[in-house]
């Protein structure tokens, strides 16, 4: 099974194993769609378009089904294991999560934690659902789009929370730093597909096609080497990068978050098919919260490299942000969300030109009509500008995409 590559078989067997007294926990989700775009080759089947669905999809899709299973291992150490499966994936069912967690109990205010497996860094507002789904639209900002498709951490995690609440204090801060591996590929499917706003998650052993462009024929491609898609958690150049995050909350008013992100990739390491890209980021998050109202925002900028020193092959800087307002109404959720977004081609190769910039506007609403069941409505439009449109399949660059969906969601 090829997620014995990621070097961590005893850590997933200790959380799959379950024993006589251990307190655990099953949980589900399904998620059924009606879909209509009008995206005339989404990138999912080798396209260039920002939608996770096309024109020539069905219009009856299985979005997302979930199945999460957390054990108590003892007063402070726990594991957590998800699964996930939709269509469009070349493998029906992926891990998305599976950690290890130690928290030892507090005797003041400062509490300590550890966690040990795969797990996303935490730098999401929207995707705090089951499943890394969003608790508000249907899709994710481009942002966390990006971070489902290409961004896990297979590693170690350390942080410590400072708990106002326990003495009476209205602050509550929070930190911690991750040293992991098995994420060299990460910036590929950014630089060559693009951002697009979804909401699919990437699973541990799965490839994501690459768009069909001449860049990768095997003969007369500039990337004739590169696989036809990636594999964005593996192991290239044996090197181990981190992250570091810190946040500020106040009640529940108010919180701001900060995260330094670092892969230290070796951009000249080419290992089966698949380079090692040097990624870094810097990212900002605020959420602000008042009664029935929150409104969320993120921006994040960085840079992704890839090829041989001194004059690398490619090289991009890529940003973007967003705004989300959503306002509760009993039952109802009303949400709306703009995202921008650049990649800016800075190494100057006439046959892979990778400069895009655009935006995307997701209007939604939410009906939880039952303790296990919601119905939601969403339209997403989606325009960008892309040069490799024009200048290697001879199409106009820039496109404007609309998605129209409807769910119907169970969870267990």
Same mark, same amino acid.
């Given at each position: 099974?090829?997620?014995?590559?990621?070097?961590?078989?005893?850590?997933?067997?200790?959380?799959?194993?379950?024993?006589?007294?251990?307190?655990?926990?099953?949980?589900?989700?399904?998620?059924?769609?009606?879909?209509?775009?009008?995206?005339?080759?989404?990138?999912?089947?080798?396209?260039?378009?920002?939608?996770?669905?096309?024109?020539?999809?069905?219009?009856?899709?299985?979005?997302?089904?979930?199945?999460?299973?957390?054990?108590?291992?003892?007063?402070?150490?726990?594991?957590?294991?998800?699964?996930?499966?939709?269509?469009?994936?070349?493998? !029906?069912?992926?891990?998305?999560?599976?950690?290890?967690?130690?928290? @030892?109990?507090?005797?003041?205010?400062?509490?300590?934690?550890?966690?040990?497996?795969?797990?996303?860094?935490?730098?999401?507002?929207?995707?705090?659902?089951?499943?890394?789904?969003?608790?508000?639209?249907?899709?994710?900002?481009?942002?966390?789009?990006?971070?489902?498709?290409?961004?896990?951490?297979?590693?170690?995690?350390?942080? $410590?929370?400072?708990?106002?609440?326990? $003495?009476?204090? @209205?602050? #509550?801060?929070?930190?911690?730093?991750?040293?992991?591996?098995?994420? #060299?590929?990460?910036? !590929?499917?950014?630089?060559?597909?693009? =951002?697009?706003?979804?909401?699919?998650?990437?699973?541990?052993?799965?490839?994501? @096609?690459?768009? #069909?462009?001449?860049?990768?024929?095997?003969?007369?491609?500039?990337?004739?080497? *590169?696989?036809?898609?990636?594999?964005?958690?593996?192991?290239?150049?044996?090197?181990?990068?981190?992250?570091?995050?810190?946040?500020?909350?106040?009640?529940?008013?108010?919180?701001?978050?900060?995260?330094?992100?670092?892969?230290?990739?070796?951009?000249?390491?080419?290992?089966?098919?698949?380079?090692?890209?040097?990624?870094?980021?810097?990212?900002?998050?605020?959420?602000?919260?008042?009664?029935?109202?929150?409104?969320?925002?993120?921006?994040?900028?960085?840079?992704?490299?890839?090829?041989?020193?001194?004059?690398?092959?490619?090289?991009?800087?890529?940003?973007?942000?967003? $705004?989300?307002?959503?306002?509760? $109404?009993?039952?109802?959720?009303?949400?709306?969300?703009? &995202?921008?977004?650049?990649? #800016?081609?800075?190494?100057?190769?006439?046959? &892979? @030109?990778?400069?895009?910039?655009?935006?995307?506007?997701?209007?939604?609403?939410?009906?939880?009509?039952?303790?296990?069941? &919601?119905?939601?409505?969403?339209?997403?439009?989606?325009?960008?500008?892309?040069?490799?449109?024009?200048?290697?399949?001879?199409?106009?660059?820039?496109?404007?995409?609309?998605?129209? *969906?409807?769910?119907?969601?169970? =969870?267990?």
């Amino acid at each position: 099974m090829k997620i014995k590559t990621f070097g961590f078989p005893l850590l997933l067997t200790v959380i799959s194993c379950s024993s006589y007294g251990f307190e655990q926990e099953w949980h589900g989700l399904l998620d059924a769609r009606v879909i209509n775009s009008n995206s005339e080759q989404s990138w999912l089947n080798n396209g260039l378009d920002k939608q996770r669905f096309d024109q020539n999809d069905s219009a009856l899709q299985l979005g997302q089904a979930v199945l999460d299973y957390h054990a108590e291992l003892t007063d402070t150490i726990n594991s957590h294991i998800w699964l996930n499966g939709y269509d469009h994936r070349n493998k !029906g069912v992926g891990l998305g999560e599976a950690f290890v967690k130690w928290r @030892p109990i507090p005797n003041s205010a400062w509490r300590w934690q550890s966690r040990v497996g795969m797990f996303f860094p935490e730098l999401s507002l929207e995707n705090t659902g089951l499943g890394w789904t969003s608790d508000y639209l249907i899709s994710s900002s481009a942002i966390n789009t990006w971070v489902g498709e290409e961004l896990r951490t297979l590693g170690a995690e350390i942080g $410590v929370h400072y708990d106002g609440a326990r $003495v009476g204090s @209205p602050h #509550d801060w929070r930190a911690s730093a991750a040293a992991f591996r098995w994420n #060299d590929p990460a910036g !590929g499917l950014l630089s060559w597909r693009g =951002w697009t706003v979804g909401d699919r998650i990437t699973s541990s052993w799965e490839r994501v @096609p690459f768009p #069909d462009l001449p860049i990768f024929d095997e003969n007369n491609g500039f990337w004739g080497g *590169q696989m036809r898609g990636i594999e964005p958690f593996r192991e290239i150049d044996n090197k181990t990068g981190y992250y570091a995050n810190l946040s500020y909350q106040y009640l529940d008013l108010i919180s701001v978050t900060a995260m330094h992100y670092d892969n230290r990739g070796d951009p000249e390491a080419f290992v089966s098919g698949q380079w090692a890209w040097n990624t870094t980021f810097n990212h900002l998050g605020l959420r602000g919260h008042y009664q029935n109202t929150t409104l969320l925002a993120q921006y994040m900028k960085g840079q992704t490299i890839m090829g041989f020193v001194p004059f690398y092959d490619l090289v991009v800087d890529y940003r973007s942000w967003y $705004v989300l307002l959503s306002q509760q $109404v009993g039952a109802h959720q009303f949400n709306i969300r703009y &995202d921008k977004f650049w990649l #800016d081609d800075l190494d100057g190769k006439a046959p &892979d @030109p990778n400069q895009e910039y655009g935006d995307a506007l997701a209007i939604g609403w939410r009906w939880a009509f039952c303790k296990n069941m &919601d119905v939601s409505a969403e339209w997403l439009r989606q325009q960008s500008d892309r040069d490799a449109r024009q200048d290697l399949l001879q199409q106009e660059a820039e496109r404007s995409e609309d998605l129209w *969906q409807g769910r119907l969601r169970w =969870w267990f």
